[in-house]
């Protein structure tokens, strides 16, 4: 079988973000950039998956120059080769255009089954799996905790408020995934040193036979700000009984909330 | 010329729904256009007067047994026809488990851009969504260009507010001939009977501070007297005290309660992530330093050992 797992390189969200001068972006000099939570996830799945019945892990990722080192840990992990697609610098691309690229390199590769994290930690945009599925007329699910593969089809947990439904896709399919599918593994040292002579191709944009007119983002932020700081912040004092009391009175009687 | 809004259910419409339709209507009133709505479920009837006072001038249904669960086979070809159809320039979903992909799948079909899990859009010429980026660190107001420009909203996050107005008309389609390609075998509550953590209008959720999954019958105690659903911060999910769709946070659940009572979490920036957006928000803690005091609204320092009960039975009398 071969899995293709979607990766994305964003920045920590332990990092402290900084509104730049131009009120439309954040300071990037000082974030620290991991592989996005979720994709380790889908990572890991994938690579399992390969260990136990054979076959080929492609880890396919879209960003600048540095995206490349996210995907050399997932090689670590256990991945066999990497397909990077590299955007020219200042493009911007939506998430209609990310998904037209990796729609394009997924159509060259066919895939038996593509997983990818549920979403990108840096936007929480959680579309771009739906997209690529739909722009290949692939099955998808979203928000996959349970994965098993049967002859040409993949049956899955996919989690919904309060419950879940259990699904049955035909393969080629593409599921985005969720966290509590499995725990990732650290890659080990051997694994590091042997994941930097896998195979890591470069396409551009230009390579799959999209202009930057049709991926280029059709949304720009206008403008960013800090959330809300607004909060009362009243410690409320007293023995336990009368803070209670207190508190409660506050949520039903001041603010109606209760 | 339109605005098209999504109406999610799940049995009945949910109430994100009507949350959906009061942006919606908003938008469409500030850009002098109708505003239409499609329902894909078993059956609306009997919930059509729910849907007056929106403005919304027709809800095409389309209703059938095998539409009662959310299928993309099923689904995105109508939404995407159906927006064709009336010429759609803005769209409005819910950000629900399901709501997400539905509309994910349709921009992609429609080949535009999608504002997903947004606390707010309004029309000022063109569409602005106002999108959380960055664990909610950030608040950004995003301008979508594409036609139709797609938004889904976070539950909780617009108050549904019908105003007097007629029953919509309501537009009987029959579903289209589709080859459903997923199967759905199984639909399993997890939780049944418990309110949902991301619809719930008050949420408890307990940290570390509970000490132990012997004892978290002190926060189910308190949601209860409460009416709340129950959450659950990373470090307890981790330690598997509960299941994970408990968790609120960055890798958890997204919640908007009016009332969000943190008992025993530190409130690191993953939990806060999950959270951010309460209406008002509650902490409980021993630890005077502790981060969540400085983004809740009403903090007790103490032992919630102490605090959880008592605040059980203060709101139980007042509510007796």
Not at chain 2, 100 to 105: T, V
Not at chain 2, 132 to 160: C, E, F, W
Not at chain 2, 245 to 272: E, L
Request: hydrophobic letters at 45%; glycine letters at 10%.
């Amino acid at each position: 079988m071969k899995i293709a797992v979607l990766v994305k390189r964003v920045p920590d969200t332990a990092s402290v973000f900084k509104v730049a001068p131009d009120g439309k972006s954040v300071l990037t000099d000082d974030l620290k950039y991991v592989i996005s939570p979720y994709d380790e996830h889908a990572a890991e799945e994938a690579i399992r998956i390969q260990e136990a019945g054979g076959g080929e892990v492609v880890v396919i990722s879209l960003g600048g120059g540095d995206t490349q080192e996210i995907m050399r840990t997932v090689l670590a992990m256990g991945a066999d080769r990497g397909i990077h697609i590299a955007p020219p610098e200042g493009l911007e691309l939506g998430g209609h255009g990310v998904a037209l690229a990796l729609a394009a390199v997924l159509k060259r590769e066919a895939p038996d089954l593509v997983l990818a994290g549920k979403q990108a930690v840096d936007g929480d945009a959680a579309q771009v799996p739906e997209r690529v599925a739909e722009l290949l007329e692939w099955p998808h699910a979203s928000v996959v905790s349970k994965l098993e593969l049967g002859a040409g089809k993949a049956t899955v947990d996919r989690e919904i408020e309060g419950g879940k439904y259990r699904i049955e896709l035909p393969l080629p399919a593409v599921l985005s995934i969720e966290k509590g599918i499995n725990t990732p593994r650290y890659p080990k040292l051997p694994n590091i040193m042997k994941a930097k002579k896998k195979p890591l191709d470069t396409v551009t944009l230009e390579d799959l036979g999209l202009s930057a007119d049709v991926v280029r983002s059709q949304a720009e932020i206008a403008q960013v700000a800090s959330p809300r700081t607004d909060r009362r912040n009243k410690i409320v004092g007293g023995d336990t009984a009368e803070a209670a009391r207190e508190v409660v009175r506050q949520l039903r009687d001041e603010d109606k909330a209760l | 010329m339109s605005v098209l809004v999504l109406l999610e259910q799940r049995g009945g419409l949910k109430a994100c729904a009507f949350e959906a339709a009061t942006a919606a209507r908003e938008i469409a009133s500030a850009a002098g256009m109708e505003l239409n709505a499609v329902y894909i479920g078993q059956s609306l009837t009997g919930q059509e007067e729910c849907l007056a006072g929106y403005g919304i001038a027709k809800v095409y249904a389309y209703e059938h047994e095998s539409l009662s669960h959310y299928s993309n086979d099923a689904y995105v070809p109508i939404v995407r026809d159906l927006a064709r159809e009336l010429d759609a320039k803005v769209i409005i979903g819910s950000a629900t488990a399901l709501g997400k992909e539905l509309c994910a799948s349709v921009a992609a079909r429609l080949g535009v851009e999608l504002a997903q899990d947004a606390i707010g859009a309004a029309w000022d010429g063109g569409l602005v969504a106002k999108k959380p980026l960055y664990a909610g660190k950030v608040l950004a107001d995003v301008r979508i260009h594409s036609i139709p420009a797609m938004v889904s909203l976070r539950p909780n996050t617009v108050q549904a507010a019908p105003q007097a107005g007629p029953t919509p008309e309501i537009v009987r389609r029959s579903m289209p001939e589709v080859t459903l390609r997923s199967v759905i075998r199984d639909t399993a509550a997890a939780t049944a009977g418990k309110i949902e953590l991301t619809e719930a209008k008050i949420v408890v959720s307990g940290g570390r501070g509970v000490g132990g999954p012997e004892h978290w019958h002190v926060i189910e105690n308190l949601a209860e007297a409460m009416g709340a659903a129950v959450g659950a911060s990373r470090a307890v999910v981790d330690a598997g005290w509960v299941h994970h769709a408990m968790q609120v946070g960055q890798t958890g659940k997204v919640v908007s309660p009016d009332i969000y009572v943190a008992c025993g979490i530190s409130g690191a920036i993953q939990h806060q992530a999950g959270m951010r957006t309460s209406k008002i928000i509650v902490a409980i803690n021993k630890d005077p330093n502790a981060n969540i005091f400085k983004l809740c609204d009403y903090g007790i320092v103490g032992d919630l050992f102490e605090v959880c009960p008592a605040l059980a039975e203060e709101v139980r009398k007042v509510r007796a």
